[in-house]
């Protein structure tokens, strides 16, 4: 399914979409990751206000080029919290950009030039993220003007899952993380539980290259077949699930290096697409408390 579609979406619900979106995902107990109850090396209070820098740049999206964007939501972040998601934003900026001119995304992402190269990387610089990904589009500044962010990103593709959604047209956020969204959404009674069902469906289905550069492709493989035994279990509709999910977050969180922090990013994607197809309501209006 080509996600945005073909009109287009006004300022306030890209940015409203998108803040809602960060968010609501940060804020999800996800197994290993972000949660706010349990800060990892930054406050909870600090992704939040992270998210909220940066949601007028999504408004803006369609007169600044995505590198821009992305370039500018996360200094935006680090002005106000100190801190950035700049691959969260870089997943975020060309789906903004496609809604607010009413493009497919796979335009967007074709015009992807060189010009994008280099405030792209001075983002993940500022947020001191994906260092190998940086050094990647560096080489690519270094090749000459033809050279582009989508040739680079393609290049990057097989080893960095920011990367891997650039050249694939969001693949995993809009084939996988955005059904997911949808389908716990049908079923569960808090968008808490929605989240981390879906972040248990991707989790499972895509083993995390974060953790396979830090642990290997075997530890990847490991935990994304821990986390389909968690939804075999029921995942958030069941109590054994819930035990299991309890249990994987523990063992998730005595090694970092088994953190699936390449896992969230298409997360929040896919809640922003669910919200500017459906209203920021299709997720804030199940803001309750969650089962026990």
């Given amino acids: 399914m080509e996600q945005p579609g073909s009109t287009p979406v006004p300022e306030s619900l890209v940015s409203r979409s998108a803040v809602t979106a960060a968010t609501l995902v940060f804020s999800a107990p996800t197994p290993g990751s972000g949660s706010r109850y349990q800060d990892g090396r930054v406050a909870h209070e600090a992704r ?9 740049w999504y ?3 369609a007169e600044s080029g995505v590198g821009e964007t992305v370039l500018g939501a996360s200094r935006a972040a680090v002005d106000l919290a100190g801190f950035a998601d700049a691959r969260a934003v870089a997943h975020l900026a060309p789906l903004a950009r496609a809604a607010l001119l009413g493009e ?9 030039g060189h010009d994008d190269i280099e405030p792209f990387i001075r983002a993940l610089d500022l947020a001191g993220q994906d260092v190998p990904l940086a050094g990647a589009l560096r080489y690519a500044l270094g090749a000459g003007p033809e050279t582009t962010l989508r040739d680079a990103m393609r290049f990057s593709a097989g080893r960095d899952a920011l990367a891997r959604e650039y050249a694939r047209g969001f693949e995993v956020t809009r084939e996988l993380a955005r059904p997911a969204l949808l389908s716990a959404l049908s079923r569960a009674d808090s968008i808490r539980g929605v989240l981390v069902q879906a972040y248990l469906e991707v989790l499972s289905e895509v083993p995390d290259l974060d953790v396979a550069a830090r642990a290997g492709r075997g530890e990847a493989e490991d935990v994304a077949r821990m986390a389909k035994g968690v939804l075999k279990a029921g995942g958030v509709h069941s109590r054994r699930g819930l035990e299991g999910i309890a249990n994987l977050d523990g063992l998730l969180r005595a090694d970092g290096r088994l953190s699936p922090t390449a896992t969230e990013p298409p997360v929040i994607a896919a809640a922003f697409l669910v919200a500017l197809e459906y209203g920021p309501d299709a997720l804030n209006h199940r803001l309750r408390p969650a089962r026990r």
């Fill in 48 to 56: 939040v206000l992270s998210a909220f820098a940066a949601g007028e």
């Fill in 59 to 61: 408004a803006r999206a």
């Fill in 104 to 112: 497919p995304l796979r335009r967007v992402l074709g015009r992807l």
